[in-house]
C-alpha cells in the first residue's frame, strides 16, 4: 500500500483532483470527513472545544456552528492552534485506522488522504509521497466569494491563515495545477495515479 498526502491552498481544486484519483481507482480518506465526525455533539473532542470556545459556537441541535468557529479562530492564531491541537490527534488516530482496513482489503492499494493542513500539522511525516494542487491567489479568491459567500477580506484572512502555496510546492513530491480544464486535469491525475500504483 501506498499513502499518499494531498494538499493545497483553499479553493485550489484538491477536491477535485481527490475525486479524479478516486476514478482512477484510488481509496480515499478525507481529513475534513473525519474532522466532522470527531466532533459530532457529546464526543470527546466536542465536550473540549465548547469547553475552549463556549456554547456559542453550537446551534440549536447542539452542533458546531462551523462558521462561528472559523470567524473566531481565523481571527486569532491562538485559538486556531488551540482548535488543531484538539482535532488532530483524533482525526490521525481515525486516519490510520482506515488506512489498515484497506491494506487489510487491498495491500497494493494507493490510498489518498485529503488533508487541507498536510504540511502545517505535520502529517507530511506519516505519507509516503505528498501532492500539492496549485492555483493563483486569484483564482482562489474568486472561487472562495462564489464557493463560501466569502468577502473578498475574510476570503484573504482565511488564505493567510494557511502556509503560502510557494512553501507547500517546494515540499511536494508532486504538483498538479487545478486551474486546468478539467479534461486535461484528469489526464494528468490519471498519469500521476499509474507512477503511485507502480509504487505500491
Same mark, same amino acid.
Given at each position: 500500500?501506498?499513502?499518499?498526502?494531498?494538499?493545497?491552498?483553499?479553493?485550489?481544486?484538491?477536491?477535485?483532483?481527490?475525486?479524479?484519483?478516486?476514478?482512477?481507482?484510488?481509496?480515499?480518506?478525507?481529513?475534513?470527513?473525519?474532522?466532522?465526525?470527531? &466532533?459530532?455533539?457529546?464526543?470527546?473532542?466536542?465536550?473540549? #472545544?465548547?469547553?475552549?470556545?463556549?456554547?456559542?459556537?453550537?446551534?440549536?441541535?447542539?452542533? #458546531?456552528?462551523?462558521?462561528?468557529?472559523?470567524?473566531?479562530?481565523?481571527?486569532?492564531?491562538?485559538?486556531?492552534?488551540?482548535?488543531?491541537?484538539?482535532?488532530?490527534?483524533? &482525526?490521525?488516530?481515525?486516519?490510520?485506522?482506515?488506512?489498515?482496513? #484497506?491494506?487489510?482489503?487491498?495491500?497494493?492499494?494507493?490510498?489518498?488522504?485529503?488533508?487541507?493542513?498536510?504540511?502545517?500539522?505535520?502529517?507530511?511525516?506519516?505519507?509516503?509521497?505528498?501532492?500539492?494542487?496549485?492555483?493563483?491567489?486569484?483564482?482562489?479568491?474568486?472561487?472562495?466569494?462564489?464557493?463560501?459567500?466569502?468577502?473578498?477580506?475574510?476570503?484573504?484572512?482565511?488564505?493567510?491563515?494557511?502556509?503560502?502555496?510557494?512553501?507547500?510546492?517546494?515540499?511536494?513530491?508532486?504538483?498538479?495545477?487545478?486551474?486546468?480544464?478539467?479534461?486535461?486535469?484528469?489526464?494528468?491525475?490519471?498519469?500521476?495515479?499509474?507512477?503511485?500504483?507502480?509504487?505500491?
Amino acid at each position: 500500500m501506498i499513502l499518499v498526502g494531498l494538499t493545497g491552498g483553499l479553493a485550489t481544486g484538491k477536491t477535485t483532483v481527490a475525486c479524479l484519483f478516486q476514478d482512477c481507482g484510488a481509496s480515499l480518506i478525507d481529513a475534513d470527513l473525519l474532522a466532522r465526525t470527531v &466532533v459530532e455533539p457529546g464526543r470527546p473532542a466536542w465536550r473540549e #472545544i465548547v469547553r475552549s470556545f463556549g456554547k456559542g459556537i453550537l446551534r440549536p441541535d447542539r452542533a #458546531i456552528d462551523r462558521a462561528a468557529l472559523a470567524g473566531i479562530v481565523f481571527r486569532n492564531q491562538a485559538k486556531l492552534r488551540r482548535l488543531n491541537a484538539i482535532v488532530h490527534p483524533r &482525526v490521525a488516530r481515525e486516519q490510520a485506522r482506515l488506512a489498515r482496513e #484497506i491494506a487489510k482489503k487491498d495491500p497494493r492499494a494507493v490510498v489518498i488522504y485529503d488533508v487541507p493542513l498536510l504540511f502545517e500539522a505535520g502529517v507530511h511525516k506519516r505519507v509516503d509521497r505528498t501532492i500539492v494542487v496549485t492555483a493563483d491567489r486569484e483564482t482562489q479568491i474568486a472561487r472562495l466569494l462564489k464557493r463560501n459567500g466569502l468577502t473578498r477580506a475574510e476570503a484573504l484572512r482565511r488564505l493567510r491563515a494557511q502556509m503560502p502555496l510557494r512553501e507547500k510546492i517546494k515540499r511536494a513530491d508532486y504538483v498538479l495545477d487545478g486551474s486546468l480544464p478539467l479534461p486535461r486535469l484528469r489526464r494528468k491525475a490519471a498519469r500521476l495515479y499509474t507512477e503511485l500504483k507502480a509504487l505500491a
